[in-house]
């Protein structure tokens, strides 16, 4: 577990992926439509995507301080043997970062976009790494989400004004403050987001994952990796 110096050292040096409210569609392409909400956050840096996807979306290896990575690489080398180990491929990667400091109270409710064919669908393993927990705050980090065996209008994935107004019942999971966890779950198919807390977390995204033991995952799948675990 990170310091509260070195902490703060990586927020500010990951900042760079801030960006106003908008899509997941939107942020990688570089649209002009703004969704405008006072106590929503997006956050969102590439670590690995395909190059037709990087124009508008700062790069890891690329824009990010090596101070800044020297401190974050380790955590995410941890995540990364875990991929390796159950995963076929991955087509592309994200990091987040999450965290109240930012002054947002959650981030945006989305859904990722169609990657993956037979059928359309999106398979995301998502890592949330505790790199910092406040003594002080008895608050914990939230992953909230809806699954929904049907595909949504494709003009959803485009419009956060649409998404945010989708009224479901959101399930919620509490992330562990001390242990590696991960969340599998079909992204096209589960609108989902994150809260905001005093505590920082960095998440390891990965789009149209191809597993070693199949292919398909329906709702939420959660997975605690003590081994991995900041005890």
Known sequence: MLSYDDARKVYEG??????RVESRMQYNRNRSYKFDESDISMHLIGYDLPSEIQTGVPMYFSEVDNNTRNIVDPYINNVLNIIRQQTEKVDQIFLIMS????????????????????PDRCITLSFPVPLYIDKDSDEYHQFFWHYNNSLYPKITYTSQDRMEKINVEYTSYTIP???????????????????????????????????????????????????????
């Open 177 to 231: 403050k001390r242990y590696q966890c991960s969340l599998l779950f079909d992204s096209a198919r589960t609108i989902h987001y994150i809260n905001n807390t005093p505590h920082l977390y960095l998440w390891v995204v990965c789009d149209a994952v191809y597993l070693k033991d199949r292919n398909m995952v329906n709702g939420c799948e959660i997975k605690i990796h003590k081994e991995f675990g900041n005890e």
């Open 14 to 19: 990951l900042s760079i992926g801030y960006r």
């Open 99 to 118: 965290t109240s400091w930012c002054g947002k109270s959650r981030h945006v409710k989305h859904l990722h976009t169609l990657l993956q064919r037979n």
